[in-house]
């Protein structure tokens, strides 16, 4: 079995305006120092291993679902579970 951790976030020619309203609100809290913020989407999948190849899946997964892939980069990283 595996856990994969997939991250999505929006290309960096996509304005991101909730990330800009997070960013001015810091800003206004006295957080001067925070210069870019940019919202993304992190989800765990529990794979079981089968036939099929992992990376494969996953990316047919991702963007057919879990990103929109106009708009939206994606990566995964991929750790076995041991199970007892």
Do not use: W
């Not at 309203?21 to 999948?45: C, F, P, Q, T, W």
Request: negative net charge; proline residues 2%.
């Amino acid at each position: 079995m595996f856990k994969v951790k997939v991250y999505v976030t929006l290309k960096e020619s996509v304005l991101d305006p909730q990330g800009t309203a997070v960013k001015h609100s810091l800003n206004s809290l006295n957080y001067k120092e925070i210069a870019d913020v940019r919202i993304g989407k992190y989800m765990e999948l529990t794979v079981e291993k089968s036939d099929r190849d992992l990376d494969e899946v996953i990316n047919d997964v991702c963007s057919k679902l879990l990103a929109n892939p106009v708009i939206e980069d994606y990566r995964y990283e991929v750790e076995e579970v041991v199970t007892q």
